[in-house]
Every structure is written in structure tokens, then in C-alpha cells.
């Protein structure tokens, strides 16, 4: 075997392009995590909320249901020791309210964020109203007030239920409960999903309906207790679109203004590291993290060479086999298909390619064997009459050299023939076309056989269905057809008949040459146009024929663009048929 070069070799430059790979999978991921560290470290300064959201949470609540700031210590206090961290509270300009710990200055440190019920931070809490809900302000119900809503949410949860459906209580604007459907079956739309307005409830609403209509400088307006606002039609009594939406755009300002007095003020909320409040997390470029980040590089290139060299060699080791197997062409060596991968198609193609190989290497010589036996007989002949002239045991004269011409024209035939399926084979095949009729070909060919019928007693009809007129070159047409009559002729027997006939239809020709011959068994039916084949071995050579004019007339009517085929039935004659395109007729 040949010795591949290392720098050739395919384990080689599959062993440097996986490290490669590797080292540039290890580098890029390595920045990759470093810079991401970096920027979410970035974002985590100031940020300290996100160790606990709850701080912020709760800061709210007690935010939306108290008016200042001064029971807040001991909320702080707990939330503090439970996260082991600093929480400090100060006003928007800077003034300590609570701070669970001493520590150094927040003068210049960022706030975790802004605790205020009435601009409610929507990224941290996933809300989407800025006001919080649970503010009640000046909505707050007597006692009675509240039961009777309570009841009124029961009957109505029972109507919803009435429907197929199921609802759970919410927590409308203001604190004020209402149903949520969770379940629809039928849409429950004669069940009550709030309840009525309260005694309690109506002057706020009636002047949050106030602020709304001078922020928006109309006078028709209606606000509901769901805070849904609307400017009617005083004729329809229908909203005015546009003109709702700008009463709408109001409601927040108004709301603002309307509960300001009810909540704490805005505040500002740190948590922080007890101990150094401007500490900031380990660098991801440290010793320890640089040490570790080596450490898994090299793990990773140790497994990518040791695992290239696995499949590397499982990969060559099929490769070889067939660089052996196509290295030795004469034994047509059949190598082992062991997957349906690239190399098993591989293996496949070549598997096929030795099969093509051996059956050509045979055709091949089966052809070498039937020209040397078809070209022995006249040359025996030939060479034993010019022995036997040379030695005076025969005298050349006009029956003997006619002998010698037949045999010689044999020959030549053959020679002929073998010319015109190699070019034809070769793709060589020198054609000519022009317009011709087809009927006067036909008529040519049958006058130029009349005598070689009549001296086999076989009779030959034409019979035509129109003229078609075709483009074809007329010396091989007159051959394909000669061919196929020469074969009828010769095969058909004394007092037969041999037929051609001419037809068109769907825009092609149709030449059909039938005879009464002995016909052809349908299991060599296949062959009839191999070279060199004979239905009947024991007396087709004395006939005269090559054995390649059908594989000739073949080849022919490939090149015309048409094909043949055959039908026989044994005992009663064989029909071969051409089917070639017919040419525009031409203009008178």
C-alpha cells in the first residue's frame, strides 16, 4: 500500500481541523461568558433589588395603604435580617426615613428603585396600570357597605356558576372587589360582575368625574366605579369616540391628584452590602476564574484529539478497504457496504462499478469470440481455395472467383457493420439529414430487395397510409429499413410473406416490417438486439447475414430520434416496429 504523507493523511487534517474548531469554540465561548459576566454584573450595580423583589413588594403595599413613612421601621427591620443585607429608605431628595444599619454614606450611591404607589415601577412588579390598585383613599366602605358587597359578589358567583362557568374575587381600583371569569361556558351576561355603587363610594366618584371633565374641558362626562370613562352622546346617549378617548387620557392625572393625600410619598430604596455599599462582584478576569477557564480549554482538546483519532480511524479504515479494492480492477473485487453513511455510498457505487466492469469485461469478450468466429469461415474459405490454386489442386476461374468475391463482400460486410456501431457507440455516427417522403424510401428499399426475396420464394408487400414526410438522412433510414427486410427475408419461409407498412399518428411515423417466419420464443424476445445473437444457431450462418444488423437498425433509429421494438408470436412471425417524428409538411 502506499504510504500517505502525514501532512496528506486524512486523520491528520480531520485532527487539525477538530482542535482548530475547539480552540476557537473554547476562546469564543470563554469571551462570550466573560463579557456577558461583565454587562450583568454592569447592570447589577445599583440593582440589589433583584436579590429580593419582595423588599419592593411589600414597600409598596405598606406604600399604598398608609399616608407616611413612619411605622415602616419594623417592616424593615425583619426584611433586613431575613436577607442579611442593608435596607435604607430616603426621601427623592436625599433625607434618611429608615436604615437598618449604619454603614457609610448612599449620598452618592443609585437607588434599587422608587417606591411609589402612584407610578408603579411596571418592570419590576409585571404590572400594567402605574397606580396601584390597592389604594383606597377616599373610597373606603362602612362595615355594612362591605357586607352588603360581599353578598352581592356571592349571588353572583352563583349566577355564574348557574351558566357552566367558574369566576374567582379580584381586586378592582380602589380595593374594590369584583369577579374575574376563570371558565366560560355560556357568557354569563346577566350576572353581575361588580357590584353597585356604594353610598360610601359616590362623592369620590363625583369628583374624580370632575377632575376628569376639567382636564378635559367636557361636561358629559360619566366615570364608573371600574374606572371606565365615556363622553355620551346627550341626544343618542351613546359615547362620542374621540372625545372619550381624550376624557381617558385624563383619568391617570386625575386619579394622581385624587389620591396623593392617601399614600406615602415617594421614596427612595437601597439595599446594599452591610459593609461596603459601593463593593462591587469579583472580576471574571481573576486568577481563580483564568485558572479555571485554562483548565476546562484543555480538557476540551484532549477529548476533541482523542476523539478525532477514534473516528478517524474508524473513517480510514473503510477508505483503505476500497482504495485496495479499486487499486486491483481485474478480479472485480466486491468490497463490505457497513453503512448508510458517504462511505457506504462509496462502497455502493463501486460494488456497482465492478458488477458494470465484470459484465462489460464479458460482453466484451463474448463480442472478441463472434467477430473472430463470424470472420474465420470466409477467411478459411478464402485462404483454402487460394491454397489449393497455389498448389495446382484448383484452377481460378469464374465460379471460383466468384466464390472468392461473395466470401470477400462477407467480409467487408461485417467490417461495415462492426464500423457502424462503434461510431454509433462513440456518439460518431456521421448523419445527414434533409426532407424526404417516406413512402419513396420505402419503395427503394422493397425494389432493392425484390431479388433476394424472390430467390427465397418469399413474397413483399408494401401497403401505405398517407405520405408523411420526415426529416432523416436517407442513406441510413434506407439502411434501417434494408436491415430489417434482409432479417424478415432471410427468416421467413418459402411461399411466406413478408409485409412493410408505413402509418402516422400523434405526430410520429410508423415503419412496421412483418413476416411469417418461425417467430421468437418471448424469452429471447430481450436479445433479439444483441450483437452477434441468432435464434437459431444451426443455420443462421449459412444465411449470410453479420448478426449485428438489428443491433445496426437500433442504433439508427436512436439517432432519428425514434426507437423499435419487436412483437413475435413462435409459429406464426415476428413484427418489428420503427416510430420516428414526422417533419412540418412542406408549403406547395
Given amino acids: 500500500m502506499t504510504h500517505v504523507p502525514l501532512h496528506r493523511s486524512l486523520i491528520f487534517r480531520l485532527l487539525v481541523t477538530s482542535v482548530t474548531i475547539a480552540i476557537i469554540a473554547v476562546v469564543a465561548t470563554s469571551w462570550l461568558a466573560a463579557q456577558s459576566t461583565s454587562r450583568a454584573i454592569r447592570q447589577e450595580i445599583g440593582q440589589t433589588l433583584s436579590d429580593d423583589k419582595s423588599v419592593y413588594d411589600e414597600l409598596l403595599t405598606y406604600a399604598a395603604t398608609h399616608r407616611d413613612w413612619s411605622g415602616v421601621r419594623p417592616l424593615i427591620a425583619d426584611r433586613a435580617d431575613a436577607l442579611g443585607r442593608r435596607i435604607t429608605l430616603m426621601t427623592e431628595n ?69 351558566y357552566g362557568s367558574e369566576a374567582i374575587i379580584t381586586t378592582g381600583p380602589h380595593a374594590r372587589p369584583r369577579l374575574a371569569v376563570t371558565r366560560a361556558g355560556v357568557v354569563p351576561y346577566a350576572c353581575p360582575l361588580a357590584p353597585d355603587l356604594t353610598r360610601s363610594e359616590r362623592a369620590p366618584i363625583e369628583e374624580l368625574r370632575e377632575l376628569v371633565a376639567a382636564c378635559a374641558q367636557e361636561r358629559e362626562v360619566t366615570v364608573t366605579p371600574d374606572l371606565v370613562v365615556a363622553v355620551l352622546d346627550p341626544v343618542k346617549g351613546v359615547p362620542i369616540p374621540d372625545r372619550t378617548e381624550r376624557a381617558a387620557d385624563c383619568l391617570d392625572s386625575a386619579r394622581y391628584t385624587q389620591l396623593k393625600p392617601y399614600v406615602a410619598p415617594p421614596a427612595l430604596l437601597f439595599v446594599t452590602d452591610p459593609a461596603d455599599p459601593y463593593a462591587a462582584p469579583a472580576s471574571p478576569f481573576s486568577r481563580d476564574n483564568i485558572v479555571r477557564t485554562g483548565t476546562t480549554t484543555a480538557v476540551v482538546l484532549v477529548l476533541a484529539v482523542l476523539v478525532t ?41 463501486l460494488n456497482e462499478l465492478a458488477e458494470h466492469r465484470e459484465r462489460a469485461e464479458q460482453l466484451r469478450q463474448a463480442m472478441v469470440d463472434d467477430v473472430a468466429h463470424e470472420l ?23 465460379p471460383v472467383l ?3 468475391h461473395d466470401e470477400t463482400m462477407h467480409l467487408q460486410h461485417i467490417v461495415d457493420d462492426l464500423r457502424d456501431l462503434a461510431a454509433a457507440d462513440a456518439g460518431n455516427l456521421r448523419m445527414h439529414p434533409e426532407l424526404l417522403y417516406l413512402d419513396d424510401v420505402i419503395e427503394q428499399v422493397a425494389e432493392a430487395h425484390t431479388r433476394s426475396a424472390t430467390t427465397a420464394g418469399v413474397s413483399l408487400v408494401t401497403s401505405f397510409d398517407g405520405d ?21 427475408i432471410r427468416h421467413s419461409h418459402r411461399d411466406g410473406t413478408v409485409t412493410v407498412r408505413s402509418s402516422t399518428g400523434a405526430g410520429r411515423v410508423t415503419i412496421a416490417v412483418t413476416d411469417t417466419g418461425s417467430g421468437i420464443a418471448a424469452e429471447d424476445l430481450p436479445r433479439v438486439f444483441d450483437r452477434f445473437w441468432r435464434a437459431d444457431e444451426s443455420r443462421a450462418r449459412s444465411t449470410g447475414g453479420s448478426g449485428l444488423g438489428l443491433s445496426i437498425a437500433r442504433k439508427l433509429a436512436e439517432a432519428h430520434g425514434g426507437n423499435i421494438t419487436v412483437e413475435s408470436v413462435p409459429g406464426a412471425g415476428t413484427t418489428f416496429t420503427v416510430r420516428i417524428a414526422v417533419a412540418a409538411q412542406p408549403s406547395s
Fill in 94 to 162: 436625599r433625607q434618611l426615613i429608615v436604615d437598618s444599619a449604619t454603614g457609610p454614606s448612599l449620598e452618592l450611591a443609585r437607588p434599587s428603585a422608587t417606591v411609589d404607589p402612584l407610578q408603579v415601577d411596571l418592570v419590576l412588579t409585571g404590572r400594567t396600570e402605574r397606580i396601584d390598585p390597592r389604594i383606597v383613599g377616599p373610597y373606603r366602605l362602612t362595615a355594612a357597605e362591605q357586607r352588603a358587597m360581599r353578598d352581592q359578589l356571592d349571588e353572583a358567583l352563583e349566577c355564574v356558576r348557574g
Fill in 309 to 349: 483519532v477514534v473516528v478517524g480511524g474508524r473513517l480510514v479504515r473503510p477508505l483503505r478497504a476500497l482504495a485496495e479494492a479499486a487499486r486491483r480492477p481485474g478480479n472485480h473485487q466486491r468490497v463490505p457496504v457497513t453503512a448508510k453513511d458517504e462511505i457506504g455510498y462509496l462502497a455502493t457505487a
Fill in 376 to 398: 474465420r469461415n470466409p477467411l478459411n474459405n478464402i485462404r483454402n481455395w487460394l491454397e489449393a490454386a497455389q498448389d495446382g489442386l484448383a484452377t481460378i476461374d469464374g
Fill in 402 to 404: 466468384t466464390l472468392l
Fill in 468 to 488: 408523411p414526410a420526415v426529416v432523416a438522412d436517407p442513406v441510413r433510414l434506407r439502411q434501417l429499413i434494408g436491415n430489417l427486410l434482409s432479417n424478415a
